[in-house]
C-alpha cells in the first residue's frame, strides 16, 4: 500500500503540471485577476525610459497611465501591471518573489495605437516593496520625432506553394498590428516558383537571381518559410509563420540601434529611379555592417495555389512585397561600416532603371542594415519610390 | 581494445589503484557502431540535380557505449560536412548530440541525458531516430523506470527535443503506466487469457508571447490501451486525446485531437491473420507549435500500408495525414505445406496485404477558430490512399527461389504531395525476385519491375543483377526507366551500380548513379528532395 500511494505523487505531479486548456482563449491579453485590483492617481513607482514613437501621422502629445497594479504579499510577493496609453493597452507586466520582498521590474514594452498615434515604446525599471498596496498614475508625454526599431520580415514563398498563402496572410496581419514598424518582403525561390512551362496558369517568373541566392544561402528547403531579422531563434535561422509573431514582438521591445531615411527621386519618364539611403547609429557597434537595398513591387495580381480558397488555383491572387531587384545587383549588398561609433553616419546613393514590367505606383525601396558575419538585422527601413 | 585505452589512460593517469583498476577491466564492456555515407555529386540537368558547390558531402556517426554491471552510459558523435542532399541544412557540422547515462537501482532504473522511449503504441509520445532519413527526436532530460510491484510497469519523464545540433523550445513531461493482470495476480498467472492494461499522459509546455493570438501554453495529452491474448488471438487497442493545440500543421486551429487504433490478430503454424483500423483527428503533437515536417514530433501515428522496400513500389509511397485520416489495413500470410500440391517439394508462402485510407467527415464549425467538426459515424469521400500487395514465396528446388509480387496503388498526389487538381495516381506493379544459386559460395538475384499507370509521369520498367560471393563480396546493377513518360525528354534512365565488401564486422559499399527526386508534405508544409547524380560511399562497422 505505501508503493502505491508513492506511486500516485508522481500521477498528481504530472497531471497538476498540464493545463488542460479548453478551447481558444478570448480578446485581449492576459486576465485581470479576482483581487487586489486598485486603479488610483497616485504617482508611479520606478522610471519611464527611452521612450519614443513611431508611424505617428502627426505629432501628439499623450498620457500614458497604469492602467491596473496591484500587489499581493504572504509568501510570495506577487505585481502585475498593464499601461494603457490613447485608448489601447500594453502587454501586462507581471512579477513575483518569494520568500516576500522587493518585486523588481525591467522591461520594454510597446503600445500599437494605431493612426495618427503610431507606436510607443518605453523602458519601464522600478523596485515596488512587498508593502505597498498598488498605484497607478499618469506619467508621461511623448513626441513622434524619434527613431524607433524596425524589423524586417522575409517571407519565402512559391506561386504553386499551396500553403504559402497562409504565411503571406500572417505576414499581412502582423503589418496591421505593427504598421511601419515592419518590412515585409516576399521572396519567391525553390522548386515551388519555377513557372509553368505550358498552358496559361503559373507561367509568370517572380524568380530572381538574388531571391534565389537568399534561399540558397539561408538553406531554405521547405515552404512556406520565413526570417525574422535573419535572427536566430532555438537555433534556427528560419521559422515558419506561427512563429514569426512572437519573434517580431521580441525584437521590437528593444531599442533601436540605427535609424535609416531614405530618399527617392524617380524620373516616371525615363523610369529612372536614384535612392540615397542614410544610416545614422544611434549606438555604438561591433562587427561589419552591410547594406542590402531591395527594389520590391506591392500587390501583383497572378495566379496562386491556395489550399484555403475555392477553387485552390487562384488567377486573382494579390502577392504582396514582391522581391523585384537588389540594387546592386547582390542579395548581401555592401559593406558600409566597421564597428560604428554612437551618431556616426553613412550615405549610400544607388540608381537603376525599371523594367517596364514593374508598376511604379506599387513599387518601393527597402533598405537594411545587417551584421556581415551573422546576417542578423539592426534596422530596416521602406519608401515609395515617389516618396 | 578501446576498453583497454580507456583502462590503460586511466590507469597511466595514477587515478586508480592496480586493483580497484583490474576489478573496473574485468566488468567493463564497451561496444558501438560506426557509419559512414558520403556522395561525391555530378551536376546533372537532365534530373535537375543540382550543383553542389561542396562536391562531396557526407554524413557519419559513432556511437560507443560502455557498460559495467548496473550501469550504462553512451554517447554519439555525429559529423555532417555538410549534410548529404535530401537531408535538412541544419544538421551542418560535428558534435556529441547524444550522451546518457542510466543506472539500475532494485525497481528503479534512472536514465539521465539523451533517452528514446515510447508508451503504448507512440499515439501521444515516442521518441525515436531513423538515421537514414534525418529524423531524430531524442529526448535530453530525466527518465525513471519504476517496476515497485510484480506486473506493475511506471515511466515518467521530463526533458527537451532534439531539433538537430539544439534542442527544440518546448518541454515536454510524461508518465505512463501499464499493468499486467497475470503477473499482478497470481491466480491469473496460467490462465489462457491475458490482459494488459496501460495509461499514459503526456503534456508539453511553450511559452506564448504571440502578439495577435492567445495560445495554450500547456498542451495535454492522454491515452489508455489494452493488450488482449487469447491462444492465437490479440488484441491491441489504444485510444488517445489530445486538447486544443494550435500549430502549423492544423493551420492554426483551437479544436481538440484524438485518435484510436485498433489491431486483432491470430496467428497458428503456417497461418497468420492481421486487422487494423484507425481513425486520427488532428493529433498533430510537437514541443514547437510552429514546427513541422519531421521536426520536434513528440507522438507517432502509426502508418497501416505495407512498407515497401522494392523500388518501383516506393514511386508513391503513402504518409500519415496527422489532421484527418480513417483506414483498415488487412493482412494474410499461409504457408502452403510441402509435399501437397501447392506446396511443393518445398513449400508455398503467400501474403496477401490490402489498405483503405480516406479522410475523415467534416463539417463546419460554430466557431472558425475550431477549424471544423466531425463525426465518428461517417466516412469521408476523399480517398487518400489503396492498395493490394499480393505476394507468393516459392523454393522451386536447392538452386531456384523465386518472390513474384503484384501490386495495386491508389495514390492521392494531391494530399500527399501538395498538389491539388492533380488525378490521383492508379498504378499497377509487377515484380519477379528470382535467386540462383550456383554453388555455397557464388548466387545471382535478380528483380524485375513493372510498374503502369496512365497518371503523372506513366510507365516505368526496372531491372536489377546482383552476384554475390559469399561472404565476402557482391556487386550489383539496376536501371530504373521511365520509358511511358509523355514527355520525350523525361524518358530518363537512373543506373546505378554497386560494389560491397564484407569482411567480419566491416562493411564498405561504393556505388555510382541517379536518385529520383521526391517531394515531402506533412500537414502544411511541403520540402523538396532533390534529384542527384554521383559516386556514394558508404562504410559501417561494430565492436
Not at chain 2, 558531402?57 to 554491471?69: D, E, K, R, V
Not at chain 2, 518472390?403 to 515484380?431: C, M, R, S, W
Amino acid at each position: 500500500m505505501k508503493k502505491l500511494i508513492m506511486l500516485l505523487f508522481p500521477v498528481a505531479i504530472a497531471i497538476q503540471s498540464c493545463d488542460k486548456v479548453e478551447g481558444p482563449y478570448g480578446e485581449g491579453g492576459v486576465p485581470a485577476p479576482d483581487n487586489s485590483v486598485t486603479i488610483n492617481t497616485g504617482t508611479i513607482t520606478g522610471s519611464i525610459l527611452d521612450y519614443s514613437v513611431v508611424g505617428a501621422t502627426e505629432s501628439d502629445t499623450s498620457f500614458l497611465e497604469a492602467k491596473w497594479f496591484y500587489l499581493e504579499s504572504g509568501d510570495t510577493s506577487y505585481a502585475a501591471i498593464i499601461f494603457e496609453w490613447n485608448g489601447v493597452k500594453s502587454d501586462s507586466l507581471e512579477l513575483s518573489v518569494s520568500p516576500a520582498g522587493p518585486v523588481h521590474f525591467d522591461d520594454t514594452l510597446s503600445i500599437a495605437a494605431g493612426s495618427p498615434y503610431g507606436t510607443l515604446i518605453f523602458h519601464y525599471i522600478a523596485d515596488i516593496g512587498a508593502t505597498a498596496t498598488g498605484t497607478g498614475t499618469v506619467i508621461v508625454t511623448v513626441a513622434t520625432n524619434q527613431a524607433a526599431r524596425t524589423v524586417l520580415l522575409v517571407d519565402f514563398t512559391g506561386q504553386q506553394c499551396i500553403y504559402c498563402p497562409r504565411g503571406a496572410r500572417k505576414a499581412t496581419e502582423l503589418e496591421n498590428l505593427y504598421g511601419e514598424q515592419l518590412i515585409g518582403i516576399a521572396v519567391h525561390a525553390g522548386s515551388f516558383a519555377i513557372p509553368a512551362t505550358s498552358g496559361n496558369m503559373y507561367t509568370y517568373d517572380f524568380r530572381t537571381p538574388e531571391a534565389t541566392q537568399l534561399a540558397t544561402e539561408l538553406g531554405v528547403q521547405s515552404y512556406p518559410n520565413g526570417s525574422i531579422n535573419f535572427k536566430k531563434v532555438n537555433n534556427n535561422i528560419l521559422q515558419l509563420y506561427p512563429a514569426w509573431g512572437s519573434a517580431i514582438a521580441n525584437l521590437l521591445q528593444l531599442p533601436p540601434h540605427a535609424d535609416i531615411t531614405i530618399t527617392n527621386s524617380y524620373d516616371e519618364t525615363a523610369r529612372q529611379l536614384t535612392t540615397t539611403i542614410k544610416t545614422d547609429f544611434i549606438k555604438s557597434l561591433t562587427g561589419n555592417f552591410n547594406l542590402a537595398v531591395y527594389l520590391i513591387e506591392d500587390n501583383i495580381v497572378n495566379w496562386q495555389k491556395d489550399a484555403d480558397a475555392i477553387p485552390v488555383d487562384n488567377p486573382n491572387y494579390v502577392h504582396r512585397h514582391v522581391f523585384r531587384k537588389s540594387f546592386n545587383g547582390l542579395y548581401e549588398g555592401e559593406f558600409i561600416a566597421a564597428s560604428p561609433a554612437q551618431n556616426s553616419s553613412v550615405e549610400k546613393q544607388y540608381s537603376l532603371t525599371l523594367s517596364n514590367e514593374y508598376n511604379d505606383d506599387h513599387c518601393e525601396v527597402v533598405a537594411f542594415v545587417f551584421y556581415e558575419n551573422t546576417m542578423e538585422v539592426v534596422q530596416a527601413a521602406r519608401m515609395k519610390i515617389g516618396n | 581494445m578501446i576498453r583497454k585505452l580507456i583502462i590503460f589512460c586511466l590507469a597511466g593517469s595514477g587515478l586508480m589503484g592496480n586493483s580497484l583498476f583490474a576489478q573496473i577491466l574485468n566488468n567493463t564492456g564497451v561496444h558501438g557502431n560506426f557509419e559512414l555515407n558520403a556522395q561525391y555529386y555530378d551536376p546533372d540537368s537532365a534530373i535537375g540535380a543540382p550543383v553542389v558547390p561542396e562536391k562531396m558531402l557526407s554524413n557519419g556517426f559513432a556511437n560507443i557505449l560502455i557498460t559495467n554491471g548496473r550501469f550504462t552510459a553512451g554517447i554519439r558523435y555525429e559529423s555532417y560536412l555538410n549534410a548529404l542532399q535530401g537531408f535538412d541544412p541544419r544538421y551542418t557540422g560535428s558534435g556529441i548530440t547524444y550522451r546518457y547515462a542510466t543506472y539500475t537501482s532494485d525497481e528503479l532504473e534512472v536514465t539521465v541525458g539523451n533517452f528514446y522511449d515510447q508508451f503504448g503504441n507512440g499515439l501521444v509520445f515516442r521518441s525515436y531516430e531513423e538515421r537514414s532519413l534525418g529524423y531524430d527526436n531524442a529526448m535530453d532530460g530525466i527518465r525513471l523506470r519504476y517496476n515497485p510491484l510484480a506486473g506493475v510497469y511506471l515511466k515518467g519523464f521530463i526533458g527537451k527535443q532534439r531539433s538537430y545540433f539544439s534542442v527544440g523550445p518546448g518541454i515536454v513531461r510524461g508518465i505512463d503506466g501499464e499493468f499486467n493482470t497475470a503477473e499482478i495476480f497470481k491466480s491469473l498467472a496460467d490462465k489462457k487469457t491475458r490482459v494488459i492494461l496501460g495509461g499514459s499522459f503526456v503534456s508539453k509546455f511553450q511559452k506564448d508571447d504571440d502578439p495577435l493570438l492567445n495560445l495554450p501554453e500547456n498542451v495535454g495529452a492522454y491515452a489508455a490501451r489494452i493488450n488482449l491474448l487469447h491462444g492465437g488471438f490479440s488484441i491491441n487497442a489504444e485510444y488517445a486525446y489530445k486538447y486544443n493545440d494550435p500549430s502549423t500543421v492544423n493551420n492554426l486551429i483551437y479544436k481538440y485531437g484524438d485518435a484510436i487504433y485498433v489491431q486483432l490478430a491470430y496467428a497458428a503454424k503456417g497461418l497468420g491473420l492481421t486487422l487494423s483500423g484507425k481513425r486520427i483527428d488532428n493529433m498533430n503533437f510537437r514541443s514547437d507549435r510552429s514546427a513541422a515536417v519531421q521536426d520536434l514530433n513528440i507522438n507517432f501515428l502509426p502508418a497501416l500500408p505495407k512498407t515497401q522496400t522494392y523500388r518501383l513500389a516506393t514511386v508513391y509511397p503513402y504518409a500519415t495525414q496527422p489532421n484527418g485520416e480513417e483506414g483498415i489495413n488487412a493482412e494474410l500470410f499461409y504457408t502452403f505445406k510441402a509435399k501437397t500440391p501447392l506446396g511443393g517439394r518445398y513449400g508455398t508462402g503467400i501474403s496477401i496485404n490490402t489498405s483503405a485510407i480516406n479522410s475523415i467527415f467534416t463539417s463546419p464549425a460554430s466557431n472558425d477558430t475550431l477549424g471544423y467538426e466531425t463525426d465518428y459515424l461517417k466516412l469521408g469521400d476523399v480517398t487518400y490512399y489503396r492498395d493490394l500487395n499480393v505476394e507468393i514465396t516459392k523454393k522451386v528446388n536447392q538452386s531456384w527461389k523465386l518472390i513474384l509480387t503484384y501490386i495495386f496503388q491508389e495514390y492521392n498526389k494531391d494530399v500527399v504531395e501538395g498538389k491539388p487538381g492533380v488525378q490521383n495516381v492508379h498504378a499497377h506493379i509487377g515484380i519477379a525476385d528470382i535467386t540462383y544459386k550456383i554453388n555455397t559460395k557464388n548466387s545471382i538475384r535478380a528483380e524485375l519491375q513493372h510498374l503502369a499507370t496512365k497518371q503523372d509521369h506513366q510507365d516505368w520498367a526496372m531491372a536489377m543483377l546482383e552476384y554475390t560471393i559469399s561472404p565476402h563480396w557482391f556487386f550489383s546493377v539496376y536501371d530504373e526507366y521511365n520509358y511511358g513518360n509523355e514527355i520525350k525528354d523525361d524518358r530518363i534512365h537512373f543506373l546505378n551500380a554497386a560494389l560491397g565488401y564484407t569482411r567480419k564486422a566491416n562493411r564498405i559499399t561504393l556505388g555510382y548513379g541517379r536518385q529520383r527526386a521526391g517531394l515531402l508534405c506533412v500537414g502544411g508544409v511541403c520540402r523538396f528532395v532533390p534529384a542527384s547524380n554521383g559516386v556514394t560511399l558508404s562504410i559501417t562497422s561494430t565492436f
